[in-house]
C-alpha cells in the first residue's frame, strides 16, 4: 500500500469526479504516479512501484445527504416542466462519475458513442441525460438515474404524440423500447425508439407512410410482451410487413452480431441483414 503522504498533496489537482492525472511520485524521476477521483474517494497507482493508494471521501451527515436529495428534487421538477435539455451539461465521459460511464459502457458505448448520441452528465439532477433530437433540434430528453433513485427515468411533460427518436439507416425499420437498444440496433438497420411500450398514432402513421418492413424488437420481458401486441395489431391491419424479433436480453446489450442473428431469425431469407 503506497503511503498516504506521498501522494495525498495531488489531489487538490482532480477536484472533479471521473478527472486523473500522471504526476510524479517520490520513488523516483518521472511522471510515474497516477491519481484518480472516483465516485467514492481518490486512488493512486504508481506504475514503478506497482503499489496503491486509497483515500476515501468523508462519509456525508445526515443533513448533507437530505440537503442534496431536496436539491436533487427540485432541480427534477424545474426540469420535468419543459423540453429544453437539463443544464448543466457535462458532455465528456471522462468527467462524469464512474457509475454514470459504466452505465453507458456495459451496453457496449465507447466514448466517440457517447457523444455522437449527445448523452451527457447534469450535476444537477445527478443522472445521464438522452435526448431525443429531430430536425437538428432537441425536442424531448429522458434522465436516467445511476444511484437507484426512483423514478428510474425522468423526462419532461410534453406532447409525445409525435416524438421518436430515429436513427440508423437501412431497408428494415426496427421498434425498440428505449433509446440505448435503438441507438445499439441502428449499427446494422434503420432503428426507431417508442420510448416506451406503445406507439402513438401519428408514429405509426409514419410507419405505414415508410412502406419498409417493420420489426418489432421490444425488450424479453412481460411489458415488452404486451407492447408488441399492442404494436402488432394497428399495422398489420394497415397492411404494414411487419415481424417479431425475440432477443434473449434487452437489445442494447445484444453484440453487433447477436442482433444480426435476432433480426434474421425473424425475417424471410430474401429481407436478411448482412
Known sequence: MLDRSSWEQHVKS????????????????GRVLKVSHGDDGYSAWCFRCSDKGFI??????LSERLAKLTQQREAEAHAGSSPSLPEPREPD??????AARVWLYKAGLSN?????????WCAALGRVVLPVIQDGSPVFWQARSIDGRQPKYLAPIADRSTIVAKYGSGPVVVITEDILSA???ARVTEAWSALGTSLPVPVLNQLIEQRRPV????????GGDKGTLRMLRPLSNAGVQVYIASPRRDPKYLTKQETIECINTSLPSSLHLS
Open 14 to 29: 482532480v477536484p472533479k469526479l471521473g478527472q486523473s492525472i500522471r504526476t510524479e511520485h517520490d520513488c523516483g524521476e
Open 56 to 61: 476515501p471521501h468523508p462519509a456525508p451527515s
Open 93 to 98: 465521459p471522462q468527467q462524469w462519475t464512474d
Open 112 to 120: 466517440d458513442d457517447i457523444v455522437r448520441l449527445g448523452a451527457y
Open 183 to 185: 441507438f445499439r440496433v
Open 215 to 222: 420489426v418489432l424488437m421490444l425488450d424479453p420481458d412481460a
